[in-house]
């Protein structure tokens, strides 16, 4: 079983620079929020889970690695191609660890901002899975 999907996206490579499409024929989940964080090279971000917002995390410069946990199992992926995106379902614990200085990582998600849909404690994961 895998915690999360990689996808690749349409990638366009023309003389004059390159271009990637986000668009509905090819993300599964209609797209209600997107925002974009830039970490310095060695930041560590995420460090939660979602109750219910399908994530698509997409490296749109840079690297990073992101690794998930359902508390049974763990699998990490590293994004460094903004042609390809990452697919974190609810209910999977993720951390994103930033590899290079300027990279950008681009979420799109499935629901708007809703705090309360947030874990931000392992400890409270835990017991999210085990009452699920």
Not at 36 to 54: E, S
Not at 103 to 121: A, G, K, M, N, W
Request: charged share 25%; aromatic share 10%.
């Amino acid at each position: 079983m895998k915690l999360a999907k990689l996808i690749k996206l349409p990638f366009y490579q023309e003389n004059h620079g390159d271009l990637v499409v986000a668009e509905g024929r090819n993300i599964p989940f209609k797209i209600n929020r997107v925002f974009n964080v830039r970490q310095k090279k060695g930041d560590l971000r995420g460090k939660h889970a979602h109750r219910l917002c399908i994530q698509l995390l997409i490296c749109a410069n840079g690297a990073l690695e992101v690794k998930c946990s359902d508390t049974k199992i763990s699998e990490t992926y590293v994004l460094d191609k903004p042609s390809v995106g990452l697919i974190i379902p609810p209910g999977v614990w993720a951390d994103q660890k930033y590899l290079e200085d300027n990279t950008i990582l681009t979420v799109l998600c499935d629901q708007p901002f809703d705090e309360s849909d947030y874990i931000r404690s392992y400890e409270e994961f835990i017991l999210f899975k085990q009452n699920t």
